[in-house]
């Protein structure tokens, strides 16, 4: 075999992607092209512990730079692929060059939502994305003591707990009526929202930031109630957005991602597609699904590489994440959505309890918070559909590989 291989993007996914290429053996050359200074890195310390100082940038790298080191790759960062040519087989980039492919992986992720409100441009105003964004932010925070989060998702609530940790002063604006609303529960919520707010941190829940106030750099964020909130920086968490219009526009299939099936390919059968930009099918909520975690971006990345080197493999998991904040760690296992049943199981006040999510009876997912057992247990019982009563999933007693 000795085609040509290109990856657009080179985050998590690409790094993942030509990893496990190389352990395929894999006879062609890859050329990797991503539009940021880095090699692939991992994102999940930039809001945790790169963004408080505990862990340095070269520690971030997925593979050290003499990974790469290898005439069969070739890594163009600084690069942007702008437009691909399907029936040609090419890729164009922001430097005029024109790249043959005999095969395409698309491993654009993701970008910050913009909320594009008055005054966000302004200087002490941030999105956090990447390395360079966090090293502004750092950078800044020397100077600040009052900061305002907008979004009390993952990101916003992961930056509050780092800056509430250095002694500052923290205040969280969050337009829906409780914290991490989109994803877990509101016993979950209410237990984050009571942490944070022991630790000082100063919520304004059900409302809006319309605008940013400041001359030369931000000096307050002003909320829907006509609230001015005092802060010399300001982090913007609001979700995420596929890189999806690249694919579109080369006539990809996308919809709310690249739409790949089960072994990662996209609508044109040499095009592949792996991590956040993605929408595949999840064989065990047999629903169409798009993710934004490490594991999915890591395991698509191993079902393309497998496929691509000729040994077919389907990629159906059951998703899983997760989120560190002060000494908790969150993890989460499944997708909860149209749960209609919840177990609480432990006591939240030990900072150690999880929280099961039923539908139809059915263990569609869980929280577990600083319940490791938990969420290596319950993998294999939400991925089997199982049915277990209530009482017995809340007794801490009970082992769940027992119930298996
Ligand atoms: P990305 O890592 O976004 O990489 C895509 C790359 O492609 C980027 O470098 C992008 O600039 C580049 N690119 C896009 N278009 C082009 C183009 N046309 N040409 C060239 N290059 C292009 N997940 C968890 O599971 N747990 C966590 O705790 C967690 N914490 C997180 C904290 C933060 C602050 C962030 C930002 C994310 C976190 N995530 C976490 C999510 C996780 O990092 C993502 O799911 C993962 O990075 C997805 O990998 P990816 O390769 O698909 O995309």
Not at 11 to 37: C, F, M, N, W
Not at 92 to 113: C, F, M, P, Q
Not at 198 to 220: K, P, Q, Y
Not at 245 to 261: R, T
Request: aromatic share 6%; proline share 4%.
């Amino acid at each position: 075999m000795n085609d040509s291989l290109v990856i657009v993007g080179a985050g998590h996914a690409a790094g993942q992607l030509v990893t496990s290429l190389k352990q395929h053996k894999y006879a062609g050359r890859i050329a990797l092209i991503g539009d940021e200074p880095q090699l692939p890195y991992q994102r999940p310390p930039l809001s945790k512990k790169y963004l408080s100082g505990e862990m340095d940038a070269e520690r971030l790298l997925f593979k050290s730079a003499s990974f790469y080191d290898d005439d069969q790759i070739e890594t163009r960062l600084n690069t942007h692929v702008e437009t691909i040519n399907l029936e040609q087989g090419l890729v164009n980039t922001n430097a005029g060059e024109s790249i043959a492919y005999d095969t395409l992986v698309l491993a654009t992720g993701s970008r910050a939502r913009r909320l594009n409100l008055d005054g966000e441009n302004l200087p002490g105003v941030f999105y956090l994305r990447s390395i360079q964004d966090v090293d502004a932010i750092r950078e800044r925070l020397g100077t600040s003591q009052r900061i305002a989060i907008v979004g009390a998702g993952y990101i916003g609530l992961e930056v509050a707990a780092v800056c509430r940790q250095s002694g500052r002063d923290v205040t969280v604006i969050e337009v829906t009526d409780r914290v991490m609303s989109r994803v877990v529960s509101p016993d979950v919520s209410a237990f984050y929202q009571r942490v944070h707010e022991e630790a000082g941190v100063v919520f304004h829940l059900s409302t809006g930031v319309t605008r940013i106030l400041g001359d030369t750099h931000a000096r307050a964020v002003v909320t829907d109630k006509d609230e001015e909130i005092d802060a010399d920086l300001v982090i913007i968490g609001a979700g995420i957005v596929p890189n999806i219009e690249l694919a579109k526009s080369a006539g990809v299939v996308v919809d709310d991602g690249i739409v790949v099936d089960a072994y990662c390919q996209t609508s044109s059968p040499e095009v592949y597609a792996v991590g956040d930009c993605t929408t595949h099918p999840n064989p065990i909520y047999q629903r169409q699904v798009r993710l934004e975690s490490v594991h999915n971006a890591l395991e698509q990345a191993k079902t393309a590489a497998s496929n691509i080197c000729g040994k077919p493999q389907e990629y159906g998991q059951v998703p899983w994440f997760w989120s560190d904040q002060y000494d908790l760690k969150l993890q989460i296992v499944g997708l909860s959505q149209g749960y209609d049943e919840v177990v609480i199981r432990g006591n939240p006040d030990d900072r150690r309890f999880s929280c099961l999510y039923l539908r139809d009876g059915v263990f569609i997912a869980i929280d577990a918070v600083n319940s490791p057992r938990d969420f290596i247990q319950s993998k294999a019982l939400i991925a089997a559909g199982a049915r277990i009563d209530p009482i017995t999933l809340a007794d801490t007693a009970i082992d769940f590989k027992s119930m298996m």
